[in-house]
């Protein structure tokens, strides 16, 4: 049973945790947003020259359209793509900046790990009991200062980005990876504000997502005005599809798979695909790396540094203590991760929520939403997470005898 005005703690200010703030609001009850970054959207903003493909009409909660609305700021609307920047200064930005969500907003605060209070993960297995106790955050502020706080609720949107996976075969760090980390660089890069870091040097690019598929397009951009910029790019499969979808009716997403499947072609020789390859082994030779790829037989490459894109899965370590059941295949929580393999794999405009159940966790009153919910599946659209906003809160309503106000 949760209590009548349940505390709440929201872990990450990304799109879904500003959600459910606003889902709090609503209905007077206390929370707190704690986010890592400093400022809300901040892992938006790390990619935040990247174009979405999905539009503005498709980016802005019900919510946050009502709320910013009723504040008179203006909320961006319509079918054109905004990137991530715009999507932080237009939209999550303004959202933050409410007078009902402002104060409860902690930034430069990162929530390292959650348990309950005076009980281990072992003890009181899937019992009511456990959610007698408050949750119990360690959190880690500014300057590293380290203070406790409680919950009743703990809603964890601290999203995936930022925590890669490995470079190496079989999805283990390939041989010398961990020890050249500084070199390895995992995130979707702004080549165009730095270009001094790739011009006229020679790049491993391994991936072939949608975020490799836009690094490769970068650098072959770039590789067309400044001679010696060269891209080896190693992707796992030996036909690629790109991820291309049928009378695709997300024309960026669109544009961007035609752009790599030209790049594939050989459309560009500043790009070197090599398809069916793995990464087997890093090391650094006279301040370069080389590099072994196998697909079939070994290739030895030499690079001047190595841009990983094989996806993102959240963080787990936060929740260790806590009764969470994973899926042993995708790392998302067992229940909705079995509904999403049951309703197999499509194009991420067809997912749809499944219903307050599937988030449920053994723990009770700890839910996972937003991009994390998805574990290892990309798929996750913004428009799943404000539905499980929707479904999270409903479901503490009838708890609590109480709707929105
Ligand atoms: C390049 C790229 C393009 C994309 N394009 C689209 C698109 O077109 N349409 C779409 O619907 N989706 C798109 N996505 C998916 C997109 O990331 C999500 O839809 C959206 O950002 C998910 O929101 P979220 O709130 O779940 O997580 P996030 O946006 O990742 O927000 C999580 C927040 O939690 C914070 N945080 C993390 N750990 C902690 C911690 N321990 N303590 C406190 N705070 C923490 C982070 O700093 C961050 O601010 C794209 C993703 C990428 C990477």
């Known amino acids: ?27 007077g009850w206390p929370f707190t947003i704690y986010e890592a970054g400093g400022g809300p959207g901040a892992s938006v903003r790390a990619w935040g020259h990247v174009r979405m493909f999905t539009p503005w009409s498709m980016n802005v909660s019900p919510r946050m359209r009502a709320r910013l609305g009723a504040a008179g700021t203006a909320v961006p609307s319509g079918e054109e793509c905004p990137r991530g920047h715009d999507l932080a200064e237009r939209l999550l930005g303004p959202v933050a900046d409410l007078a009902e969500l402002r104060a409860s907003l902690e930034v430069e605060t990162r929530v390292v790990g959650i348990g309950r209070h005076g009980l281990l993960k072992h003890e009181e297995i899937a019992t009511p009991a456990r959610a007698e106790r408050p949750f119990r955050l360690l959190l880690s502020g500014p300057g590293g200062r380290q203070r406790v706080a409680q919950a009743d609720v703990v809603i964890d949107c601290s999203g995936t980005y930022g925590h890669a996976n490995s470079t190496g075969d079989a999805g283990i760090p390939a041989v010398g990876e961990q020890q050249l980390e500084t070199r390895i660089r995992r995130t979707v890069p702004h080549v165009a504000a730095e270009e001094q870091h790739w011009a006229g040097r020679r790049t491993l690019l391994v991936g072939g997502g949608h975020s490799a598929q836009t690094a490769a397009a970068d650098l072959a951009a770039l590789g067309r005005r400044v001679p010696g910029t060269e891209v080896v790019w190693a992707v796992r499969a030996m036909e690629p599809t790109w991820g291309a979808v049928a009378d695709d009716p997300l024309p960026e997403r669109a544009a961007l798979v035609e752009q790599t499947q030209r790049l594939a072609g050989g459309d560009d020789p500043s790009v070197r695909l090599v398809t069916g390859a793995v990464v087997e082994s890093l090391a650094e030779r006279d301040g370069r790396l080389a590099v072994t790829l196998r697909n079939g037989s070994s290739e030895a490459v030499v690079v001047d540094q190595v841009l990983s894109l094989t996806g993102y899965v959240g963080d787990a370590e936060l929740y260790r203590q806590l009764q969470v059941h994973e899926c042993y295949a995708t790392a998302a929580p067992i229940n909705l991760s079995a509904a999403l393999l049951g309703a197999a794999a499509g194009d991420c405009l067809g997912q749809e929520s499944h219903g307050v159940d599937v988030l449920r966790n053994p723990e009770p009153n700890f839910f996972i939403l937003g991009s994390k919910s998805y574990g290892r599946n990309s798929q996750f659209l913004l428009g799943v997470g404000w539905d499980q906003v929707d479904e999270v809160f409903g479901a503490l309503d009838a708890e609590v005898g109480q709707g929105p106000g």
């Open 1 to 27: 049973m949760v209590a009548t005005r349940p505390r709440l703690a929201i872990v990450g200010a990304g799109p879904i945790g500003l959600d459910a703030a606003l889902a709090a609001t609503e209905r």
